[in-house]
């Protein structure tokens, strides 16, 4: 049984450039965002997701 301990776990944070004070304001329409990740596999997630965007 697995307990859990081998498991990744990775925290990315997603940010409105505007109004981001306010995290659970919702608004219609394309908004920018801030990406945000410290370990080495959330930077290369958060690369892979630059380069579909780009």
Do not use: C, H, K
Request: hydrophobic content about 40%; charged content about 35%.
């Amino acid at each position: 049984m697995n307990d859990g301990s081998d498991a990744l776990r990775i925290l990315i944070q997603f940010l409105r450039v505007r109004e981001a004070d306010d995290p659970y304001d919702f608004r219609f329409g394309p908004q920018d965002y801030i990406f945000f990740g410290r370990d080495r596999e959330v930077r290369e997630i958060l690369t892979d997701l630059q380069a579909l965007i780009d």
